[in-house]
């Protein structure tokens, strides 16, 4: 399947919305809950699942293979499979296995992470943009081979989409040139409609949203403030806000108009009103993540929003 065939499928199959769950609500879950979850999210209608990884975490590719196991039409990508975990070959082989298991439900999100997971796996320089061509370079590359021996086909010929953690225009630029679309993370709608005019129309743009669902604004900003001081410390995260015009005011403070940027809050009408500005902006599907403190806990809400937010899509 060409690039171009395996971005139409894989937009036909994920649909406008889906999930994304964070390591606190999934990280120590048994699998056996993770199993019935997984099955509620795919019975409420929303088309896919993503969750993080983290050095020392849960494996992204064995954790996507249960999602996949545990459902029948859902896609899963990982969101994002950390670069610093495993070599490119590896996690081409991983994913052209699960492509294979789940032909079309399977997308491979990569990503630098952060300078500080470069330096819990031992790399004390960052250079993330030169990190991903190599790894792309990498997952083009597949498996190395003893020097004149035969390049015997090790894997199943499986196409994936792959996709890449991007916020500023050179990442972006390379996903455009050697992707399948992005994923991006805590990024205002302004993001979502700058990375469709860098991609064109032909790749995958699928932002993630937090959402609150709390009708009180001033509550929900409260609320949301006492939670995003992490976010905005992180120096990636902070820099892309400042370039898309929020001043350090705005960011150091997480004043009420950066909040109201990068979360969605509100009854469902107006978290499904924040799916749908994504959705005009150019995303192709949208991955929410309510905030709660259990997964099960986080379906719940995600049953709730479900009749909104999917008419709405």
Known sequence: ??????????????????VWLNKAVYGAVPADVERREIARIEALGYGSVWAGETLGGKDALVQHGLFLAASKTLVAGTGIANVWSRHGATAHA?????????????VLGIGVGHPFQAEAAGVNEWRPLEKMRTYLDELDAGPPFPPGSPRLSVLPDAPYP?????????????????ADGVQPFFVPVAHTAEARRVLGPGKLLIPQQTVLLEPDADKARAMLRETAGYGF??????????????????????????IDAIYGHGDEKAIARRVAEHLDAGADHVLITPQATSLTGMVDLLERLAPAVLAES
């Open 94 to 106: 991983g994913a052209a296995t699960l492509a294979d298991a789940y032909p079309g439900r399977f």
């Open 233 to 258: 410390r992180v120096p990636s995260y902070a820099r892309n806000l400042a370039r898309l015009g929020f001043g350090s005011d705005d960011i150091e403070n997480a004043s009420d108009r950066i």
């Open 162 to 178: 792959r996709v890449l953690a991007a916020m500023n225009p050179r990442m972006m630029e390379l996903a455009r040139d050697r």
């Open 1 to 18: 399947m060409a690039d171009v065939e395996v971005v139409r499928e894989t937009r036909r199959r994920l649909g406008r919305v889906g």
